[in-house]
């Protein structure tokens, strides 16, 4: 059987996932009477939730006499170490582009990837049902990005498929009128095109993970491509670790894929993509080889973190009360059992405390793993997540980003203003069709804080998307603070409508009547800079007089709910996010109110 390895490259919400969903279904790789779910590769239920694909993910398709693997890639940036990887072990790509947006940020940077690794690309203009696609545009769109990343003219020869994925239509041309009821159109296009892996079967083995995962029964599993040779279960191998020694072991399991399911196989060779287990601490970029035939791959890169928050126990007076896993131990070990699948994460203990530098490739790469800890059970706190500064010969550097703005034109003006105070500098401005598109260049620390703004000012019509560019010299000023203060509780109990409705005009609150408060917690946002203590358990006093207004219900405003991500992004150093599997809530560092002033007072003498 023929095979043909290839990547899907997409911005989030291109419908790369959708697509794959389709291929699977008309190659027949389900049976008619199997129950698949939409976007079937987005296994995980976050990545359901949000609609973004988390995790590189492979599955294989049988059409006709081939053996199509398929590699559906994260599309957001803070994913994006996972994809230069994947380009090792794919021979071509799919770049699929909305009709409608075009090519962005995050297709530029795989694509880039892909093109350097000398892959040949297949365009996939997908949703050109959408009233206002411009398939013809995008195309020209397409070509201009390839010049630009450098392509030869061969990889500038690329077949192009239009389709519909949402409604599993596809054409080999632009009319609409064309569109077929089937995607064989790009199932062949893929046979035609894709070269198949110029590999040696009978040479001596090598074998490079370039994904891992994790499982509780066989351990660590290493996924990549037999670059030669064959490879069976129960063989010894040896593994080339990356600083050169060698490490003998037995292959306990050898893994295949057809469809959504991870199968087990006897033999495996050269040019297929298989999971392998066997050795526990088996890591991306080693190489598998015959013993005595010991010749390493060159080393694949791992995207370095950027973004680093401390994680640690709970320590507010509710601790323990709503999680499953609380103590210091189970909190280390889930986060070093992460660390074993996730390579661009890093986990280090702060000395002998209940504390870690948890680092990551963005706000969101984070914010994804708090989540899923919260909902296995797990109660912790988590504080502002900052950015990784480098410092060499005594001069600090800080990441940079390339920063792409799409938004309705009369919120231009507002979002420019917003990204100059976070120190961005503009490259570029496009406006057509009522919408407009800025091109900046930003300190990452700048993207801190910002998604939240920016939804309410572009009134959730904006996209924004970034990509890392690099460590630039750092200035010492203060970007993206908060400049409100907050309200916080100077006393624990249950919050009253009586004392939330004497307080709705100090600021915005946070929390309803009936809520289980503690002192330090932040209950609401103040209307002005500088913290506020205020007490939200107050009960009203009881007297025997009738008062006048007796009757007259107390009407509250719907207080303001922050998601997970909002809160990481609201607070400021001196606060942290009290996680739990019932609840998300603000708290100070410093709980006691009296203790919390002494020390401003001592930072503000500090700064003068």
Known sequence: MEIRNIAII???????????????QSSHTFRENQNVQERAMDSNDIERERGITILAKNTAIKYKDYRINILDTPGHADFGGEVERIMKMVDGCLLVVDAYEGTMPQTRFVLKKALEAGLTPIVVINKVDKPSARPLEVIDEVLELL?????DEEQLEFPICYTSAINNTSSLQPDLNTQEKTMKNLLDLIIESIPAPKVDVEAPLQFQPALLDYNDFVGRIGIGRIVRGKMKTGEMVSCVRLDGTIKQFRIQKLFGFLGLDRIE????????IVAISGLPDISVGETVCNIGKEEALEPLKVSEPTVQMTFGTNTSPFAGKEGKFVTATKIEDRLIKEMQKDVSLRVDRIGNSEEWVVSGRGELHLSILIETMRREGYEFQVSRPRVIVKEENGIKYEPYEYVQIDCPEETVGSVIEMLGNRRGIMESMDQRNGQARVIYTMPSRGLIGFNTDFMTITKGYGMCSHIFLDYREMDNTTVGERKL???????TGDS????????????????????KIYEGMIVGECNREGDLAVNVVKAKAQSNTRSAGKDNTVVLKKPRILSLEACLEYINDDELVEVTPKNIRLRKYILDTNERKKFDSRKKYKEN
Not at 11 to 19: I, R, W
């Open 10 to 24: 997409a911005h989030v919400d291109h419908g790369k996932t959708t697509l794959v969903d389709k291929l699977l």
């Open 147 to 151: 010049i630009d990343l450098g392509a």
């Open 265 to 272: 196989v006897s033999e495996a060779y050269a040019g297929d």
């Open 485 to 491: 203060g907050v309200l916080v509780s100077m006393d």
């Open 496 to 515: 009253t409508a009586y004392s939330i409705g004497k307080l709705e005009d100090r600021g915005t609150m946070f929390i309803e009547p009936g809520q």
